[in-house]
Each structure stands twice: as structure tokens, then as C-alpha cells.
């Protein structure tokens, strides 16, 4: 039996080939760029070691340290999300969750931390990451499990 729509098929392989294509670009940008960033972090912490001898660490430098590691932190989360979409060709939502649950505790973090937050926004951003953490954590209860 023929095929009744061969354009159509070559068009849905041509896309998804176009799909998987960029996908394994951004994971190669993705570890050049956590690449870049771990060595920043080493850069850094390299520069506050004879501060840390003194016990004068500049706040500045040590605010942008944690600022790095932070950023490091969501690029791993993106990075396990990229690479996940490669090996399933889905996106699952507990992915995403945690890539946005990374991404909104380090805006807190940095924020707390540069004592920069005004009390609404704080108790704004709390109550968006336990809503966050709940939702992981019902995508986690609820998702389907595979087969035996």
C-alpha cells in the first residue's frame, strides 16, 4: 500500500530534523556557556583567596561570587532540560518547574542578599516559589508512571 500524503511526511521529517538540529545546538552552546561560567567562579574565588587570608572580602566581589554560582546553577537546570527534550523528544513539566523553581530562588537569593528587596516584593517572590514547589511537587504525585 502506498503512501497517501508523502509530502506531508517529508515535511514532518525535514521539521523534526530542523527541531532536533537546533536542540543539540543550544546543548552545545549550553556547555560552552557553563563552561565559561565555572571558570568565572574559579576566577573569582581565586581573587578573594588572599582576602580571605585578611579577612577583608570586598562585599562587591563576593555578592557577584554568589551571583556566578547561582547563574551556574540555572544553566545545569536548562542544560538537564535540553538534554532531556534529546532523549525523549518531550518537555516534561517537573523539568520546567524545576528550572523556574532554580531560577526564582536565585532572584530571591541575589535579592535578599543585596538587601535590595522591598517586603512586597519579598513576601511576592516567597509566595511564588512555594506555589512553584507545590506544583512540582503535584506533577511529581500525579505524573504517569511507565510500565512495569
Given amino acids: 500500500m502506498s503512501n ?8 514532518l521529517r525535514i521539521y523534526d530534523r530542523a527541531i532536533d538540529v ?3 545546538g543550544l ?3 549550553t556547555i ?9 567562579v574559579l576566577v573569582n574565588v581565586w581573587r578573594l583567596i588572599p582576602d580571605l587570608r585578611s579577612s577583608t572580602v570586598d562585599a562587591g566581589e563576593f555578592r557577584d561570587l554568589i551571583v556566578t554560582v547561582l547563574d551556574v546553577f540555572v544553566l545545569v537546570e536548562l542544560f538537564n ?5 534529546v532523549r525523549t523528544h518531550q518537555v516534561r513539566l517537573t523539568q520546567l518547574l524545576d528550572v523556574t523553581v532554580v531560577f526564582a530562588l536565585r532572584e530571591l537569593l541575589v535579592m535578599l542578599y543585596a538587601k535590595s528587596l522591598a517586603p512586597e516584593k519579598l513576601i511576592g517572590l516567597c509566595i511564588v516559589v512555594i506555589l512553584l514547589v507545590l506544583a512540582r511537587s503535584l506533577t511529581s504525585w ?6 512495569p
Fill in 142 to 147: 500525579v505524573s504517569p508512571r511507565s510500565g
Fill in 32 to 40: 560552552v556557556v557553563m563552561g565559561f561560567a565555572f571558570f568565572d
Fill in 4 to 11: 497517501p500524503h508523502p509530502v506531508r511526511d517529508l515535511i
Fill in 27 to 29: 546543548v552545545l552552546v
Fill in 22 to 24: 537546533v536542540i543539540i
Fill in 81 to 85: 532540560t535540553f538534554t532531556g527534550y
